[in-house]
């Protein structure tokens, strides 16, 4: 059965840092990739960015683009979301899912199949 869980969540004023991580347990289907996606109430979910597990690639949504870096640790089957610059629209809960290798490119939520329970991350003006 896999497993995704976030942590490092929390409350920042702009400006500042947080880093999200995502523990992923019971995957064995192959290739994979890993991607952070945000919602908020009353909102779609958006993809913030992923990262293939083979060969690292990564992806950004435009928002993430030079503010948030998306890293993993395959030792420890975990991927990092490091959000710098944050700003009070960067408030959301984060998930992080996991989905097929080579889907990541999209930032889709469709293409992803296993989800985590999130956390919240608040920015403050």
């Known amino acids: 059965q896999v497993h995704l869980v976030e942590s490092g969540g929390g409350s920042v004023q702009a400006g500042g840092s947080l880093r999200l991580s995502c523990a992923v347990s019971?995957?064995?289907?192959?290739?994979?990739?890993i991607a952070w996606f945000r919602q908020t109430p009353g909102k779609e979910r958006e993809g913030v960015a992923s990262i293939e597990r083979d060969d690292g690639a990564p992806s950004y949504a435009d928002f993430a683009k030079g503010r948030f870096t998306i890293s993993q640790d395959n030792a420890k089957n975990t991927v990092y979301l490091q959000m710098n610059s944050l700003k009070p629209e960067d408030t959301a809960l984060y998930y992080c899912a996991v989905g097929r290798a080579g889907y990541g490119w999209f930032l889709l939520p469709v293409d992803f199949n296993y989800w985590g329970q999130g956390t919240q991350v608040t920015v403050s003006s």
């Open positions: 019971g995957y064995t289907y192959g290739s994979y990739c």
